[in-house]
């Protein structure tokens, strides 16, 4: 097995990404875009059976939650209501020569200084008095804020333009639409709104892998409460959130809770929890829990004149419910769950590279093989097999290219659970090899329990 944090399991993912159509480069053929990445036909069935049994857990399965998809473009004002106009910046610096941009926390964590809590000034001040160079070099700029929020503008008729953003993240289009739930559904508190949506950072410096991007997607739902109960309700979604993590396969030691101090929480935050997975490059953040208070609502109730306010049925009281934000980074799920399941193993005297995906989140569920392609009867039934289990289950593959050692290889490198092989005993006794892909265990089955066990086993 390869150890956890080898430098060079890195390059081994990307490529297998690459290779098996999971993730590739964002405008490869013009030389690619720094941060932006493509998901390919396999990354996308990943991620999409992420976002699906995310929807079912926290969603679907409960009373108390509503869920919406508002849009990205929205009217400037409430990003001025909401503080980022004015203060979603992160600390930029500049290499004097060639003018690229990095940022200022990033370039002192490489050189080993934790700058947590650090104003730009002291940052300068550390940079200029340890004579950090950039990482081609060169002398660096004093630090300045940088704004990341992409800015476009909405065209008129009178030839004007009005300027808009790429929206941040997703939160605030369920703030805005909190009063059309009220209105719509009258829901009782506690309640949430959920959504899975694209945001938007212009980041300085993206970097490893899909981690830090400039598109990327954010599932999360704001969970509104009396005031009264914010520390109880903060426990209950820190286990929910554990839960979640353990469903979809991550051990205890795999993630770590970071309780972030004042001083460096959100403006509107009163506390934050993040959850950090053991990546690659090291622990970092892929999900976090903030109690943002009732900042939102009312800046937004300030700005608009709009009562936002919540009547409760019982008690005929009005008031601004406050709110718990568990937010989970979808891009960052797709890159732990491929750190994760990613192994190097021998198997059968041969050496092999593996993803051991859960089989509820594995993009291809199991593949069906004709044992040769040239005999057309073992075609023909494995065709029938084929046809009748993606009927069952859509996620459901036909390989019948190269010889079965190939094959299995090439599922197992995909992370396809289980293979199953029609061969010539097939057409006597009506069995077929189920093969498992992490074993490599082999064994037969009845065609007529197939659909059964694998349904069974993928709900696991």
């Known amino acids: 097995m390869i150890a956890a944090m080898d430098s060079t399991v890195m390059e081994k993912l990307v490529a297998l990404c690459k290779r098996r159509g999971f993730i590739y480069q964002g405008s490869e053929i013009y030389g690619g875009l720094a941060g932006t990445w493509d998901y ?31 849009a990205i473009l929205m009217n400037p004002r409430v990003w001025e209501a909401s503080g980022h106009v004015g203060g979603f910046n992160d600390p930029l610096v ?49 630090p300045q804020q940088f704004n990341m929020m992409f800015k476009t503008s909405i065209g008129s008729a009178g030839g004007s333009d009005t300027v808009v953003y790429l929206r941040p993240e997703t939160a605030q289009g369920m703030f805005i639409n909190f009063k059309n739930i009220i209105d719509t559904y009258h829901p009782k508190l506690p309640f949430g709104i ?28 704001e969970y509104f409460i009396k005031e009264e109960t914010w520390n109880e309700q903060f426990e209950y979604w820190r286990t929910q959130m554990q839960a979640w993590f353990r469903l979809i396969g991550f051990a205890p030691e795999d993630i770590r809770e970071v309780e972030i101090p004042e001083g460096q929480r959100a403006h509107y935050s009163k506390r934050t929890m993040d959850f950090h997975f053991r990546y690659l490059h090291k622990f970092d953040e892929i999900g976090g829990l903030a109690y943002r208070t009732d900042f ?29 934000e568990p937010t989970f980074g979808l891009g960052r799920h797709v890159l732990a769950i491929l750190t994760k399941a990613y192994s190097e193993d021998e198997l059968g005297g041969e050496s092999r590279a593996v993803l051991r995906l859960p089989p509820n989140l594995a993009p291809v569920k199991a593949a069906v093989f004709p044992l040769l392609k ?18 069952e289950i859509p996620q459901i593959m036909w390989d019948d290219n190269g010889n079965i050692g190939k094959r299995y290889r090439r599922q197992d490198e995909i992370g396809t659970p289980w293979c199953i092989t029609i061969d010539f005993d097939t057409l006597k006794n009506a069995t077929v090899t189920l093969r498992e892909r992490d074993t490599g265990e082999q ?5 007529a329990e197939l659909s059964a066990l694998l349904a069974e086993r993928i709900q696991v």
């Not at 690229?100 to 730009?120: C, N, P, Q």
């Not at 212009?202 to 981690?211: G, L, M, T, Y």
């Not at 040239?374 to 009927?391: D, F, G």
């Open 443 to 447: 064994k037969r089955i009845s065609t």
């Open 194 to 221: 959920a959504q899975i949506g694209r945001s938007f950072r212009n980041e300085i410096a993206p970097r490893d892998f899909i981690f830090r991007v400039r598109e990327l997607e954010i599932m999360e739902f």
């Open 40 to 70: 390919g036909p396999l990354g996308l069935a990943l991620k999409k059976n992420i976002e699906n049994l995310w929807w079912r857990q926290f969603v679907d399965s409960r009373d108390d939650m509503y869920g919406i998809d508002s």
């Open 374 to 391: 040239n005999k057309p009867e073992l075609v023909a039934k494995a065709r029938e097999i084929y046809v009748t289990l993606k009927k």
């Open 296 to 324: 939102d609502l009312k800046s937004h109730m300030q700005h608009t004149g709009i009562d936002l306010q919540y009547l409760d049925p019982n008690t005929s009281e009005k008031f601004i419910p406050h709110v718990l």
């Open 94 to 142: 500049e290499d004097k020569k060639t003018k690229k941009r990095y940022r200022a926390d990033h370039v002192l964590e490489e050189a080993d200084i934790d700058s947590s809590g650090m104003t730009l000034a002291q940052m300068g001040d550390i940079i200029a008095e340890k004579k950090i160079k950039s990482p081609d070099g060169n002398e660096l700029s004093a």
